[in-house]
């Protein structure tokens, strides 16, 4: 599985590239739907325990349920990873408790995958 690019938890960035770096996993780690493998950039969630460099395991769909944490690309902005909050037709992201949630209308952003899953080589 690649490493599709790096996002950082913090300012919204399109850097998605497909990289050399890949992994390989064992059957019973990953489900047979569409997974994508994204590093962390910086430590915007760190209170949720993700740090720079961490890879997160992204299982590739276009909704989250509120609470989880996702890979989001926002209009005019590029990507980025937040915890999402749906509040009637208005999308919160949230990157944790010490920085400012965000705001937008629901049709500016965009769910690209739902964080399944932190490797973090110790």
Avoid: W
Wanted: aromatic share 4%; hydrophobic share 40%.
């Amino acid at each position: 599985m690649p490493v599709v690019g790096e996002s950082r938890a913090g300012e919204p960035e399109s850097r998605v590239n497909e990289s050399r770096e890949r992994y390989f996993f064992d059957a019973h780690f990953v489900s047979d739907e569409p997974h994508f493998l994204v590093r962390a950039e910086s430590d915007g969630l760190g209170a949720l325990g993700i740090r720079p460099g961490d890879l997160l395991l992204v299982k590739r769909q276009s909704t989250a349920n509120t609470g989880d944490i996702a890979v989001v690309k926002i209009a005019d902005r590029g990507s980025c990873i937040r915890r999402v909050q749906m509040e009637g037709g208005l999308t919160v992201l949230v990157r944790s408790s010490e920085h400012p949630v965000e705001i937008f209308p629901t049709d500016r952003v965009e769910i690209v995958g739902r964080v399944e899953r932190m490797i973090r080589n110790v």
